[in-house]
């Protein structure tokens, strides 16, 4: 029988710097898989991120199609699945890219030794990483806890390596009728929302798909790049790259960001000097150190990094909890921010510090509650940032933000939106305002509340806790849990 192969994709929905994808090209005819897991233990993708999946599968068809192959899709349980498409056609080279949450690396492993027994080989590849998280290590050989000092030794290793181009051809494996009954349309699995949509403000703000990511990285060298460093807690300026969810669903890898950074530098194309790119990959580099954490730390998601939080007093405030999510705190940055979260999938990091941090502290809401809502609106919600994220904000995470650093969402704001722009964008209710009182409605007088049309309480809410008393409480939260541990 002529070598065939299968290239199992997951969070890799990219051809170029694929090495899974072009070893099983290289292997012989090849079929694309992707399979929809939407039981098991592991956790299901949000809605926001399941309109991008949708999108992104919809591009690498037809980038697929475009070389001579075809993304087939299925949906169910990949144990079962995965042996049953090579019992069929009698495929001898199945690939996949890695991936680093517990559940999926005990999956993988699981259906490795099931495909093996089968005769068949199985590769696995590293395609979402500069370094694997087990490759920076401290001196002793442990786990890192600090960024500053992983990032360090990650740097140490030396330039990652160059990307790898797209195959050239793909010769598509013809489908035995029984794997061709198991495979349904991209329209049969239902990722988008249909009733309601609500999906209108993600179609505006995005175009998913690998080759959007590139473009998007290449506008972002020739433009944001330069002045990144201090242009990056701009909520009110397009400043950052917006990469995040191309980079969740593998549509670019670190390696093609990483050299592309590089190469522009070099070649005088970027106009940004070498701390904004510095900054720029050391960011990258956080998203390095997350998946670090992830993986030696299985229960990110769930479990306090640092169990003294286990005893932590949290409140529980459906009202407090729903005023958040829907933007109406009466804080116009944590407001702006949350609206542009459900809007377009997307908030800026400066803001999520803000709006995570008035969330677990101001109404010392369980960080778990905040990370959960994230998962299921951001097109970016990744399995390793958002935990590693919501844990440092709280305090209980590794090299975390100390928890008695509390965000003041007015002086936040003043700094970082000075012109209010930002509020305006996305709470227009106050767009009346003067740039004076637009992140503190509530000290402005009736004389000018009516000038700008707004009615607090009304059209726009009044404040859902006060600044101080919540940051008293916060603190004194702190201060029990602290003198429960030492009693
Ligand atoms: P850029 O500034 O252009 O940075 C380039 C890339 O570096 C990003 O795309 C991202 O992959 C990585 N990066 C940047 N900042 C961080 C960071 N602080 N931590 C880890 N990686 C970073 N990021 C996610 O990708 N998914 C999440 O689910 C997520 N949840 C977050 C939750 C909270 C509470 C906070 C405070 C941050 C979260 N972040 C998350 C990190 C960060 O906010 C986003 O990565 C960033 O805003 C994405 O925008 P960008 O692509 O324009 O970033």
């Known amino acids: 029988m002529a070598p065939s192969s299968l290239h199992w994709f997951r969070d890799d929905l990219r051809l170029a710097d694929n090495p899974a994808l072009t070893a099983s090209v290289a292997h012989g005819s090849t079929l694309c898989l992707y399979i929809l897991d939407e039981g098991g233990a592991r956790r299901p993708l949000g809605g926001a991120s399941r309109w991008w999946l949708s999108r992104s599968l919809e591009a690498l068809a037809a980038a697929l ?54 005769g068949a080989k199985v590769a696995s590849f590293n395609a979402a990483l500069l370094n694997e998280p087990w490759q920076v290590t401290t001196k002793t050989g442990d786990p ?42 991209l329209a049969e699995l239902a990722l988008e929302p249909s009733k309601p949509d609500w999906a209108g403000g993600l179609r505006q703000a995005w175009a998913p798909g690998e080759a959007a990511a590139a473009e998007r990285l290449g506008e972002f060298l020739s433009g944001p790049l330069d002045g990144y460093g201090e242009g990056r807690d701009r909520p009110d300026r397009a400043s950052t790259s917006r990469l995040s969810p191309h980079l969740r669903f593998g549509e670019i890898s670190p390696r093609q960001i990483w050299h592309a950074t590089r190469s522009a530098m ?6 940004a000097g070498s701390s904004d790119a510095e900054k720029f990959l050391s960011e990258v580099g956080w998203r390095e150190f997350s998946y670090h954490l992830l993986f030696h730390n299985p229960g990110l998601a769930t479990r306090n990094y640092n169990p003294r939080f286990d005893a932590f007093p949290w409140r529980r405030d459906e009202a407090a909890l729903k005023a958040w999510q829907r933007g109406l705190t009466g804080y116009p940055i944590v407001d702006a921010g949350m609206r542009q979260l459900w809007t377009t999938g997307w908030m800026h990091n400066r803001v999520r510090m803000i709006a995570a941090s008035f969330l677990i502290k101001h109404l010392l809401i369980d960080w778990r509650l905040g990370e959960a809502w994230f998962w299921d609106t951001l097109v970016d919600a990744d399995p390793a940032n958002n935990p590693a994220s919501w844990q440092w904000v709280a305090g209980s995470g590794a090299d975390a933000s100390p928890y008695y650093r509390i965000f003041n969402p007015v002086t936040q704001g003043l700094k970082f939106d000075p012109k209010g722009a930002y509020v305006r964008e996305w709470v227009p209710e106050l767009a009346g305002l003067d740039d004076a009182l637009i992140h503190e409605p509530w000290r402005a007088d009736s004389q000018a509340l009516a000038k700008a049309g707004i009615a607090l309480g009304e059209t726009y809410p009044n404040p859902v806790v006060e600044l101080d008393f919540g940051r008293r409480r916060a603190l004194d939260a702190l201060a029990a849990t602290r003198s429960a541990e030492t009693d």
């Open 266 to 271: 070099e070649s005088g194309e970027a106009s």
């Open 144 to 185: 890192m806890k600090v960024f500053t000092p992983y990032w360090r030794a990650a740097r140490s290793k030396g330039e990652p390596p160059a990307p790898i181009p797209a195959p050239g051809r793909i010769a598509a494996l013809a489908l035995a009728p029984a794997v061709a009954a198991m495979a349904v349309s």
């Open 65 to 118: 199609s475009a070389r001579g192959g075809e993304l087939v899709l299925m949906r169910g349980d990949p144990a079962m699945i995965l042996p049953e498409v090579v019992a069929a056609t009698g495929i001898d080279f199945v690939t996949w890219s890695r991936r680093y949450d517990a559940e999926s690396i005990e999956l993988d492993s699981r259906l490795k030794t099931i495909i093996t027994t089968t």
